[in-house]
């Protein structure tokens, strides 16, 4: 089977909205070049270079997902199960963030100093 730098390409870029992260917060949680972050993210533009395990490693730790993840998804054995929790579990941190925000925009105007 042929590797899938498309769906490589797909999964990071899909997992950056999911985390609102940018290219820049990923490279440094990976410690690797943004450049590269690029190469990965646009297959069809760049020839592929340097695309080792260990930097698929590197870029899946940094996204949050297991090490292996994206290597899996590079051989078309995409964890399903795993996707749909990582989303659920996003979505459910989403709200509880939503709710302290909420929280605390209430307490704010308490806390103020009177003038």
């Known amino acids: ?7 490589v390409a797909t ?3 899909t997992r950056l909205a999911e985390l609102d992260m940018t290219q820049k917060e990923l490279a440094d949680r990976a410690d690797v070049g943004v450049f590269t972050l690029r190469q990965l993210q646009n297959p069809e533009a760049y020839e592929p270079k340097r695309r080792t395990p260990r930097l698929l ?3 899946s730790k ?3 997902y297991p090490e292996n ?3 899996q ?5 995409t964890p ?8 659920s579990e996003v979505a459910t941190l989403r709200q509880e963030v939503a709710d302290l925000r909420e929280r605390v925009n209430e307490l704010a105007p308490r ?5």
Do not use: F, Q, Y
């Open 57 to 59: 490693a590197a870029i």
């Open 69 to 71: 993840h994206l290597a």
């Open 1 to 7: 089977m042929s590797k899938d730098w498309a769906a």
């Open 111 to 115: 806390s103020a100093p009177n003038k």
């Open 11 to 13: 999964a990071i870029t």
């Open 80 to 87: 399903a199960e795993a996707d749909a929790d990582l989303r």
């Open 62 to 64: 940094g996204l949050r």
């Open 73 to 77: 998804v590079l051989e078309g054995d």
